[in-house]
């Protein structure tokens, strides 16, 4: 069972817009992936073979399990999805987060590298590097079957980051190999590649804004960390903007207003719509990965500590936007697999 204690980090914010709220050592070494839902947050820990579930408020840990190799995770309402290994084959890991305990597995060939979950939590998205390529697995939580949607051929090709749009309809992958990288938009109502945008340098990490707007960050020794803002509709980069030295990962505050850059010392605070540096937070180790929830950012670092930090809570929309970059579209169908095992 995994297990917290909390800690004072030496945490450093230099953002009026920030305040630590708390911070918490779970296992050992570095924190490989995070995520929050409601008052859910789940960590994974690739080296110390772990995958932990704590309160987002008050960081205590609620539960945890042993999961080899875990690495990419999602979570949606009482359930936390994680890949791990094994001797035999790599799967998904199903955990009951208000118990801590494994609930199901979903056997599937292949490493998993990118996860994200549909608006509704009815549908988990694991991107995989098969052989002479990459694809996603499409776990449907209500049949509990899984489907696959081919991408892209290559020996070198990688799934960096995958999200879904706010009506379900379309999924955002980004790939990259040795000849660059791109933006696949993706129609769920048949499994095709709907649309491709050529972006650059390595892909590092992707958000999708309130405003069909999606933000991009590449980085490579190169040109070093770049965030691109790419419009849906055009399918092409309207703005780019350097940040950082060695960015890793990118996450979107509730409003879309802040872009939160994980740097190799620091988190990066960028105003999205000047694309300006606000600030930035450092918690006392090497940073590693972050999650945004309503009114919270939590920052994840190789030393295997959460830290809380309270943020603006958004302002109420005061009317839904009138038209998305996607049109309607029909609950998809894919080709099936074998029914998973529990």
Same mark, same amino acid.
């Given at each position: ?14 953002? %009026? ?8 050592? =779970?296992?050992? /070494?570095?924190? @490989? #992936?995070?995520? +929050? $839902?409601?008052?859910t ?32 995770l ?39 590298? %990118?996860m ?7 549908? =988990?998205?694991? /991107?995989?590097? @098969? #052989?002479?390529? +990459? $694809? ?50 993706v ?37 070093? /960390?770049v ?69 919270r950012?939590?920052v ?43």
């Amino acid at each position: 069972m995994a297990s917290g204690q909390m800690r004072a980090n030496g945490v450093t914010v230099d953002n %009026a817009a920030a305040a630590l709220q708390g911070a918490v050592t =779970i296992g050992h /070494g570095p924190i @490989a #992936d995070i995520a +929050v $839902d409601g008052d859910t947050l789940v960590v994974s820990n690739y080296a110390d073979h772990s995958m932990a579930v704590l309160n987002a408020d008050t960081l205590a840990v609620n539960g945890g399990v042993a999961a080899r190799e875990a690495f990419a995770l999602a979570v949606a309402g009482d359930s936390a999805y994680v890949g791990v290994a094994s001797v035999s084959y790599d799967a998904i890991a199903v955990i009951d987060t208000r118990t801590g305990k494994v609930t199901a597995s979903y056997p599937l060939s292949f490493s998993v590298t %990118a996860m994200t979950t549909s608006r509704d939590g009815k549908r =988990i998205y694991a /991107g995989r590097a @098969a #052989d002479g390529g +990459v $694809d996603v697995a499409v776990i449907d939580v209500i049949t509990q079957r899984v489907s696959t949607i081919y991408l892209a051929k290559g020996d070198d090709v990688v799934i960096d980051a995958m999200r879904v749009d706010s009506s379900d309809r379309r999924l955002y992958v980004a790939t990259s190999d040795s000849r660059g990288s791109r933006l696949l938009v993706v129609d769920l109502d048949n499994g095709r590649v709907r649309r491709t945008v050529e972006v650059g340098p390595s892909i590092r990490g992707l958000e999708i804004g309130l405003d069909s707007t999606a933000y991009v960050l590449t980085s490579d020794l190169q040109d070093r /960390g770049v965030v691109h803002v790419i419009d849906l509709v055009a399918g092409r980069i309207t703005a780019s903007v350097e940040i950082a030295t060695a960015p890793t990962q990118l996450a979107l505050s509730a409003d879309g207003t802040r872009a939160y850059v994980v740097d190799y010392n620091q988190v990066i605070v960028l105003d999205t719509e000047a694309l300006d540096t606000v600030g930035t937070i450092s918690v006392g180790a090497r940073p590693s990965c972050v999650a945004v929830g309503v009114d919270r950012l939590y920052v994840a670092d190789y030393a295997g500590g959460v830290a809380a930090f309270e943020v603006a809570r958004p302002a109420p929309m005061l009317y839904a936007p009138l038209m998305t970059a996607n049109a309607a579209a029909t609950v998809p169908t894919f080709r099936e697999l074998e029914p998973a095992g529990v």
